[in-house]
């Protein structure tokens, strides 16, 4: 069974970055790969982009593309999602899910991360 | 990429059987076996119920079915109960090489 386990709720300040945390556990860390998922309040789930733990490879939704950095320490088997320039709009539930493939469904998923980004 | 679309909301009473449709284009669920369903309890991660477009994980139960036609896929939960109230969202893999999400269904047990 995999568990993945995300990093504390965050309070961030217009303009700032956060970085989110994914620990994979249960020897499933290499060979797949590792979408961010968000959900805005009352809003449905928005696919942010991949990164595949092994290779580092990265793939973007077009949208996020310059904004939103998806890196992995492999010593630990963490993969991170760094957002930048935040505003009001970023305030939502930050999910990391796993996916056996890079176009399959969504096996697991951790528990979420509460940013919210208020002045 | 726009959203899938879902009916906002979906009621049954215990026992019935109730269908969530997910419309999306040829561009996505049209032209890929790659739809899957998830059940959403607020505050708890996401469950995957159905994966490419019927097929149900380990675990999940056979009262879960899943369906596709053209570019609408289907959802049907039969011998509905009281937990299954939640939010569902499907999902699709899209032609270009990302995942779209519908816009979510949140299903009352009357």
């Known amino acids: 069974q995999v568990q993945l386990v995300q990093s504390g709720a965050e309070v961030k300040k217009p303009g700032a970055s956060v970085k989110v945390s994914c620990k994979a556990s249960?020897?499933?860390?290499?060979?797949?790969?590792m979408s961010w998922v968000r959900q805005a309040p009352g809003q449905g789930p928005e696919w942010m982009g991949w990164?595949?733990?092994?290779?580092?490879?990265?793939n973007y939704a077009q949208k996020f593309q310059g904004w939103v950095v998806m890196t992995r320490d492999t010593t630990i088997s963490t993969v991170y999602m760094e957002l930048s320039r935040l505003t009001s709009d970023d305030t939502a539930v930050y999910y990391c899910?796993?996916?056996?493939?890079?176009?399959?469904?969504?096996?697991?998923w951790g528990q979420g991360t509460l940013v919210i980004v208020s002045s | 990429q726009s959203a899938l679309t879902q009916p906002a909301s979906v009621s049954g009473s215990p026992g019935q059987s109730i269908t969530i449709s997910c419309t999306g284009t040829?561009?996505?669920?049209?032209?890929?076996?790659?739809v899957s369903w998830y059940q959403h309890h607020p505050g708890k991660a996401p469950k995957l119920m159905i994966y490419?477009?019927?097929k149900r994980p380990s675990g999940v139960s056979n009262r879960f079915s899943g369906s596709k036609s053209a570019n609408t896929a289907s959802l049907t939960i039969s011998g509905l109960q009281a937990e299954d109230e939640a939010d569902y969202y499907c999902?699709?893999?899209?032609?270009?090489?990302?995942?779209?999400f519908g816009t979510g269904t949140k299903v009352t047990v009357l």
């Open positions: 899910a796993l996916s056996y493939a890079p176009h399959t469904s969504f096996d697991y």
């Open positions: 249960g020897n499933t860390f290499s060979g797949h790969y």
């Open positions: 990164i595949n733990p092994n290779s580092g490879g990265t």
């Open positions: 040829s561009g996505d669920v049209g032209d890929y076996n790659y």
């Open positions: 490419d477009v019927s």
């Open positions: 999902s699709s893999y899209t032609s270009g090489s990302t995942y779209v």
